[in-house]
């Protein structure tokens, strides 16, 4: 994975951009409607090139949960918490053994 300081400076500089969704070749995340974000995140729709991991992040860096995807369009994603959180998350979409993000959002908390 990217180094811890990479991904907190990353992490931080995608929550303070005010769009939801970035987008990377084919591959891409919606949110959706701001939710609570206390124990998951629902995913209106991943769409990605290949088989692959959606993880979410809280703003310290800190990985909060993953889940596996197809390639494809999945809908209503479901990404479970192993940390309590209150605040709003990234989402980052990475293919099968790569590091580097194909597609990244942040959802928002309610």
């Known amino acids: 994975?990217?180094?811890?300081?990479?991904?907190?400076?990353?992490?931080?500089a995608a929550l303070a951009v005010s769009s939801t969704a970035a987008f990377a070749g084919s591959s891409y995340?919606?949110?959706?409607?701001a939710q609570n974000l206390r124990a998951s995140v629902k995913?209106?729709?991943?769409?990605a090139e290949q088989n692959g991991t959606v993880s979410v992040f809280?703003?310290?860096?800190?990985?909060?949960?993953?889940t596996n995807v197809k390639a494809g369009a999945s809908t209503d994603?479901?990404?479970?918490?192993?940390?309590a959180n209150d605040q709003s998350v990234l989402v980052v979409?990475?293919?099968?053994?790569?590091?580097?993000p194909l597609a990244q959002a942040v959802a928002t908390v309610d």
């Open 58 to 66: 809280n703003k310290a860096g800190t990985l909060l949960g993953q």
């Open 43 to 47: 995913l209106d729709l991943v769409r």
């Open 1 to 12: 994975m990217l180094n811890k300081f990479a991904q907190t400076l990353a992490i931080t």
């Open 93 to 100: 979409y990475t293919a099968d053994g790569s590091d580097a």
């Open 77 to 83: 994603v479901l990404v479970p918490f192993s940390h």
């Open 29 to 33: 995340i919606m949110p959706g409607q």
